[in-house]
């Protein structure tokens, strides 16, 4: 009668490849580290170790490696990402001009960087005297709503400034 665990080398070298390939598709260092623990379970299993014995090398090993190696990639690994803001982030903050005018609940305003938006007015604490900024006037971006830019008047953010 043949032993399978005689042939559990095959398994481990399986799931080697397995956690390699899913890690090339995820990119998050966590079938890498668990890969790694896997080569630890095969290390054992050329040794002669038991098989549940294997298995505990494999888990202790993967855990120790998720816990310590892993935050330190990921780290190395964002730490040449581009600080600059980018979508809704990058909107806020930038001027523009109004192009129809601007009430607290209708409006379109054009944004510095060349892009038309519907907008409305913060509300009542950030409106002008008549509760509407008017065709060419100067406006700031204070937050996104879905596909509406809500502005605030330049002279108001001026005044508080």
């Given at each position: 009668?043949?032993?399978?665990?005689?042939?559990?080398?095959?398994?481990?070298?399986?799931?080697?490849?397995?956690?390699?390939?899913?890690?090339?598709l995820s990119l998050e260092f966590t079938f890498?580290?668990?890969?790694?623990?896997?080569?630890?379970?095969?290390?054992?299993n050329l040794l002669g170790l038991e098989w549940w014995l294997q298995?505990?090398?494999?888990?202790g090993l993967s855990v120790l490696l998720l816990l310590t190696i892993r935050p330190f990639l990921l780290r190395a690994l964002r730490r040449g990402g581009d600080p600059a803001l980018s979508n809704i982030d990058a909107l806020i903050g930038m001027t523009g001009r109004v192009v129809a005018t601007v009430t607290q609940t209708s409006g379109l305003v054009k944004l510095a960087n060349g892009e038309t938006w519907t907008a409305r007015l913060v509300g009542p604490?950030?409106?002008?005297?008549?509760?509407?900024?008017?065709?060419?006037?100067?406006?700031?971006?204070?937050?996104?709503?879905?596909?509406?830019a809500v502005v605030i008047s330049a002279e108001r953010t001026q005044n508080h400034a």
């Open positions: 009668m043949v032993d399978l665990t005689d042939y559990l080398w095959i398994l481990w070298l399986v799931f080697i490849l397995v956690a390699v390939t899913i890690e090339l890498l580290m668990i890969s790694i623990g896997s080569l630890g379970g095969l290390a054992a298995i505990v090398v494999a888990a604490a950030g409106t002008t005297d008549n509760g509407s900024v008017d065709p060419g006037q100067a406006i700031t971006v204070h937050l996104i709503e879905g596909s509406t």
